[in-house]
Structure formats: C-alpha cells, structure tokens
C-alpha cells in the first residue's frame, strides 16, 4: 500500500508542551504535505514540503523531511488547547501527474489545559 | 480569495434511495477537482478527481459516480445508496496537481 503512516495513533499532552507526529512513505514523494482536522470539519492545509527541501516553519510549526528515511515530522511547540485536532501527512506520489495525494491515517493530538 | 462550499452539511437516506452531493467553487477557473469519502477515524480515500469539465477520473469501483457539468461545480451521486455508504465526504480543489489542496466542510451522510 502506498499510504502513508504517522505515529504515534494518538497523543495527550498538557498545554505548553512540545507535540510531536511523525509519518512515514514507502514511494518516491514529490512534496509531503501536513493537513490539520478539526472534529467533523474539513482539512486544512498547514504546510508543504518539497523532497529537495529538509526543514521549514511556520509560526509554531516546524516541518522536517528525510528522504533517505522516508520519514517527515510535525513539531508544534508551546502547545495550545485549541491545537486539539487530527494531523495527517499527505504526499504527491512522484508518479502521480494528476496530483492525487495519498493521506495517512492520522494523529490525534489532545492538549489538555 | 477563493471558497469552497459543499452541501447539504448532513443527510440522512435510507439504503436503495439516491444521493447528489453538490460541491462548487469560487473565486478561481478550471481548478481541478477532488471527492474523498473519510470513514470514522479513518484517513481520506480519494473517490474522484476531474481536471476539467466532463472529465472524470474515478480511483475505487463502487456504487458511486461523479459528474462536472460546469468548470466550478462537482457533484457526487449514487443511484442506490449502501449502508457502506456511509461516512464524511470532503470536497477538494487545488490550482494544479502538483500543489496544495484546498477543502470544503464536509458532509456527513448517513445511510440507514
């Protein structure tokens, strides 16, 4: 199977605390891609990653990829309650021309206040 | 800015009825087009995806079909709804395959 996998299923941590998920491939990527979901809301894009790129932020967030692992991580620091969400990877399969994105299954992050 | 509206947010059907999911954008031209069927905490499974009107690319066989009559408008249907129907189906576009997908709210049908 071509889907991704992010680790760990589920994760609760207190508010202030460092969140991290990680999410593995078994292709060749294109980019990856870090989408959040609220409870029963659609996704929303957080970051994208290229495959010729190995770090990159956003405000909290800090996106790693290693292509020799096949491996990327979530980091959000200072966590917040309202970070409380599911977080998948999503990544380009490098042969999918028509951009059809292969999504994980998920991490749910609690963060308790 | 661009927006994506998909409707109804909830439906409840009996198994063998019909189904049309109508999902339309605004704010951009010939985007292409995603359907995605999520099962309860469960990642998204592509379902459909159109990179133009009338064209159609579908990934799984199912009882599902999906149409694009005009350049902002996709729609989902099915003539006889399962009770594996059932789930959260979000709607996506994105201004190119290689780029970020944008996604509506979802709806949540039930299939009874």
């Known amino acids: 199977s071509q889907q991704g996998e992010e680790d760990p299923q589920a994760l609760s941590i207190q508010e202030g605390e460092n969140a991290t998920m990680n999410c593995s491939y078994k292709?060749?990527?294109?980019?990856l891609q870090w989408y959040r979901q609220n409870s029963g809301r659609g996704l929303v894009h957080l970051i994208l990653i290229r495959s010729n790129e190995r770090e990159k932020h956003s405000g909290r967030l800090r996106v790693t990829l290693d292509t020799s692992k096949k491996s990327s991580s979530l980091l959000i620091t200072a966590s917040r309650a309202a970070d409380t969400a599911s977080y998948f990877c999503?990544?380009?399969?490098?042969?999918?021309?028509?951009?059809?994105?292969?999504f994980g299954k998920g991490t749910k992050l609690s963060v308790k206040p | 800015s661009q927006t994506i509206h998909q409707w109804p947010a909830t439906l409840v059907q009996p198994v063998g009825s019909p189904l049309s999911l109508e999902c339309t954008v605004e704010?951009?031209?010939?985007?292409?087009l995603y359907w995605y069927r999520q099962a309860a905490g469960r990642g998204l499974q592509l379902l459909f995806y159109s990179v133009g009107i009338g064209q159609i690319s579908s990934e799984v066989p199912q009882n599902l079909s999906a149409s694009r009559p005009q350049d902002r408008q996709f729609i989902l249907s099915s003539k006889k709804l399962l009770l594996s129907d059932s789930g959260f189906y979000l709607c996506?576009?994105?201004?190119?395959?290689?780029?970020?997908?944008?996604f509506g709210p979802g709806t949540r049908l039930l299939v009874l």
């Open positions: 704010g951009t031209s010939n985007p292409n």
């Open positions: 999503a990544f380009l399969d490098y042969g999918g021309s028509q951009g059809n994105l292969i």
């Open positions: 292709t060749s990527i294109n980019n």
């Open positions: 996506a576009w994105s201004p190119s395959p290689q780029e970020t997908q944008y």
